[in-house]
């Protein structure tokens, strides 16, 4: 197996080809088959991209045209994750990808696929609603109320949607991102008692002017931030965690970015290895960990790392990740749950617990993205084991537990998104084990985030197309049928 990944509209985009005998021998590639089979999890079934880019959006940063387009993949893009894979290809591979690509970009008609009216679980006849859709690549959705909700869009701006209408006008005046590769703004996070204090929390990539590399490129980290809207503008900002300068990356993937809060009123967050995976072992580094702070940015001094070892991050909470882009409290454990990409096959729904090492890269169910051993373990001592994994990877994102009264029977059940594999899956836990998994959502676009609404209501952010649904119940099918 070879991953090839491709640049374009400065994000990651990858292509995982599979070579035959034949093929190697010249024999031309079926370039569509070789897309559906293998490439269709970073891109979409219908090219139309998620955490990798769309390919038929016409917009070709790293050069247009099938020259431009085979250098790009022979030489990769270091900065953006993609390595050089000149030498990895068969004869007639590269070819016959490229010149399904252009065959497609020349045949998209970008229309949405319809949303159907219901759709149906084991226990619940289900309506679907579009809430919004005049939307550029939302991350995220928090609400303030049951009236009122926010919601990022990548690019760096945030929306409100009231009564159901999404206003026209972004927040003024929020944080300047870097929207580059996987950056920009990410998670939203309303405060647990905004009644009282109206404190709004953002994630997202921060950039320092003061440290470049040799190609002029701003090193970058996660960065969290709370502030107030007043009157539609973003005020009152403090900056809560800011990772020490000298730890920040050129490097413009895996920042993780998640924000939750438990019992106590304690802010969680999450930052992946941005592709540094030593580094996620390393508690002296930000990356590849999930953080604890209160919510004013001090550190509880209860945290694992806060008096050893020497020169470890003491807001750092668990280690060893790749790259988080799911957190949730559970409302009746206070467990905190993740969901996080792993590479090649290995996607995780993880348990944390403070101190814990959740072994990335030292042990993985995944493989390198061209194919190759990542690692020889499963299992390491001292390293966790994920809750539950899935090979082949079905790009983990969003992550909420429905707490809410529309689907009762749902009432501690996790809601797990994905970008490849386009689904909403429902996933019944005891403590820190899976029982039984059931996919709600198939097919309606990427899923980025899944958040219970204060009404019960479930929503859904998702990518290609860009826009949020929301998901109630008709009837209980197993009462309707007693």
């Known amino acids: 197996m070879t991953k ?39 891109h979409g079934a219908e090219l139309q991209g998620g955490n990798a880019q769309s390919l038929v959006d016409g917009v070709w940063q790293f050069g247009a045209g099938k020259w431009g387009m085979a250098s790009t993949i022979q030489q990769g893009i270091t900065h953006l994750g993609m390595p050089a894979f000149g030498l990895s290809l068969a004869n007639g591979e590269l070819d016959a ?23 149906q679980s084991q226990e619940y ?15 995220a959705i928090d609400f303030l109320d049951e009236h009122t909700a ?19 006008t972004p927040v003024a005046d929020t944080p300047e991102v870097v929207h580059e590769g996987q950056g920009g703004l990410m998670d939203v996070a309303v405060d647990p008692e905004f009644g009282d204090n109206g404190w709004i929390y953002l994630a997202y990539s921060h950039a320092l002017e003061s440290k470049r590399d040799g190609d002029d490129r701003l090193a970058t980290m996660t960065r969290i931030v709370r502030g107030h809207i ?11 965690f800011e990772a020490p300068h000298e730890t920040y990356i050129t490097t413009r993937h895996h920042y993780g970015s998640r924000i939750v809060f438990d019992a106590a009123g304690d802010l969680y967050f999450s930052i992946g290895d941005r592709g540094r995976r ?5 508690v002296s580094k930000p990356n590849g960990k999930v953080h604890r702070i209160h919510r004013d940015g001090t550190i509880p001094q209860d945290n694992p790392f806060v008096s050893h070892p020497p020169n470890a991050l003491p807001s750092i909470f668990s280690y060893g990740h790749r790259n988080p882009q799911g957190l949730a409290i559970h409302p009746e454990t206070d467990i905190l749950w993740d969901t996080e990409h792993g590479p090649m096959g290995g996607d995780e729904v993880n348990a944390i617990r403070a101190g814990r090492n959740y072994g ?15 690692t020889r373990f499963e299992a390491k001592p001292g390293m966790e084991q994920p809750t539950y994994f899935y090979r082949p990877s079905p790009g983990l994102c969003g992550l909420d537990i429905y707490h809410g009264d529309e689907f009762p029977k749902w009432r501690g059940h996790l809601f797990v998104g994905a970008l490849k ?18 996919t709600i959502v198939k097919n309606l676009g990427r899923v980025r985030d899944v958040a219970v609404g204060p009404e019960g209501a479930v929503y859904v952010v998702l990518n290609g197309p860009d826009r949020i649904i929301r998901l109630t119940a008709i009837v209980d099918r197993i009462e309707a049928t007693q």
């Open 421 to 438: 594999y386009e689904s909403v899956e429902l996933l019944t836990v005891a403590e820190d084990r899976v029982l039984h998994a059931e």
């Open 278 to 282: 030593p580094m996620a072992q390393d």
């Open 230 to 240: 007043d009157g539609n503008i973003w005020t009152d900002e403090q900056v809560l």
């Open 4 to 42: 090839i990944l491709y640049g374009m509209t400065s994000l990651v985009l990858c292509f995982v080809m599979t070579t035959s005998a034949a093929e190697t021998e010249g024999v031309a590639a079926d370039g569509a088959k070789l897309y559906q089979t293998n490439c269709a999890q970073c």
């Open 360 to 374: 990335w890269p030292e042990i993985s169910y995944g493989r390198n993205y061209n194919g190759s051993i990542l």
């Open 150 to 168: 926010l919601i990022t869009e990548r690019p760096g701006r945030l929306r409100v949607l009231r009564d159901g209408v999404l206003m026209a």
């Open 125 to 139: 006849d289900i309506a679907v609603e579009l809430v919004a859709s005049e939307l550029e690549i939302p991350w």
């Open 97 to 119: 990808i490229i010149d399904f690509l252009l065959e497609q970009e020349k045949a998209y008609d970008p229309q949405p696929r319809p949303l159907p009216q219901t759709i």
